[in-house]
């Protein structure tokens, strides 16, 4: 029989061994139990915000919203993301990046007809841009300043730069000052040492801006700081009221050092070839996978150090 993979729908209670790879799998118990450590972890003030980057259904977002530790509100990339999102119930998003383009806008501002809208912006012009859409569609919009602490992308450099951002929110109708966000990420394994300096340092320039704002006179009711990799770190210092951990969710051998957390999103192959008795080509190629970055690659369960030395568009090779 041949299987359309457009309409491909395996039944619940099909055995692992007859679905049709590459596939997707979500290990249940993984992922509760990665959710789990949030909820334990977060029972301050501070929150979860979970970035849905991974996760992309609602029904996820919903169950990661209500196992606990979350500000009940998420974070997506996108506007068509968000779209999405709200459409599965869920009604505090902020997108922690630019919107520039009149048709995305004013999809925004659809949406802030039906939910808490904020959105980051770096720029004045894009900010008077939001201001004049979201007057002619009679919707205000929550706005952040994005902090750039270490990304190089998108964000503020200078803290000056995020108080003038500030005053300009406040002084233009139909968007409302929120606060400050920034994201930042490690490279490689670091140790607990190394993480919690990378991650005080990036953070505290979140915070930085956030005081100059406040020493300008303008509340800061967000600062929305921190992913997975310092989701302790960020928590623990005084001012941020929410994190943006992704990865987490699912995890990812990019974050491995992170034990506490355990592999939920994992893909199921096939070996399709065994040319030698050291070279095995498995399904999975990177149309499923991505990259292979260095030495932190992907990982095969249950065969502790093998190594993936190519993935190719359809196989991989090890
Ligand atoms: C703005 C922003 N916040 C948070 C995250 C989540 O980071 P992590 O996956 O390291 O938890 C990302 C990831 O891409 C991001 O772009």
Not at 255 to 266: I, Q
Request: net charge negative; glycine share 10%; with cysteine.
């Amino acid at each position: 029989m041949t299987v359309n993979m457009d309409n491909y729908t395996p039944q619940p209670g099909t055995p692992i061994e007859e679905l049709e790879t590459p596939c997707f799998i979500l290990d249940m118990d993984s992922f509760e139990h990665n959710l789990g450590v949030v909820a334990e972890t977060y029972t301050s003030t501070v929150k979860m915000r979970a970035h849905t980057k991974n996760l992309k259904s609602p029904f996820l977002a919903n169950y990661q919203i209500k196992t606990g530790g979350t500000s009940g509100g998420i974070c997506t990339a996108k506007v068509s993301e968000a779209e999405v999102m709200i459409e599965g119930g869920i009604t505090d998003i902020l997108i922690p990046n630019q919107i520039v383009t009149p048709d995305k806008l004013n999809r925004l501002c659809s949406l802030a007809r039906r939910a808490d809208i904020k959105v980051c912006i770096a720029e004045p012009q894009n900010l008077q841009d939001i201001s004049r859409i979201a007057s002619e569609n009679d919707v205000t919009i929550g706005i952040l300043v994005e902090v750039d602490t270490s990304m190089d992308r998108g964000g503020i450099r200078q803290v000056e730069d995020g108080v003038g951002l500030a005053k300009l929110t406040q002084a233009l109708p139909n968007v409302e000052f929120r606060g400050v966000m920034s994201h930042q990420h490690v490279d490689g394994w670091p140790t607990l040492e190394e993480r919690v300096n990378i991650g005080r340092k990036y953070v505290q320039m979140c915070l930085d801006v956030k005081d100059a704002i406040e020493a300008a006179g303008i509340s800061v009711d967000i600062v929305s700081s921190g992913e997975t990799f310092s989701y302790k770190i960020a928590a623990e210092m005084d001012g941020v009221t929410e994190v943006e951990g992704g990865t987490y969710a699912f995890m990812d051998t990019m974050l491995g050092f992170m034990d506490e957390f355990r592999y939920a999103g994992k893909l199921l192959g096939t070996v399709v070839s065994k040319p030698n008795a050291n070279v095995v080509i498995g399904d999975v190629g990177l149309r499923s996978l991505c990259t292979i970055n260095g030495e932190y690659g992907p990982s095969v369960e249950g065969v502790p150090g093998i190594k993936i030395p190519h993935l190719h568009h359809h196989q991989m090779t090890h």
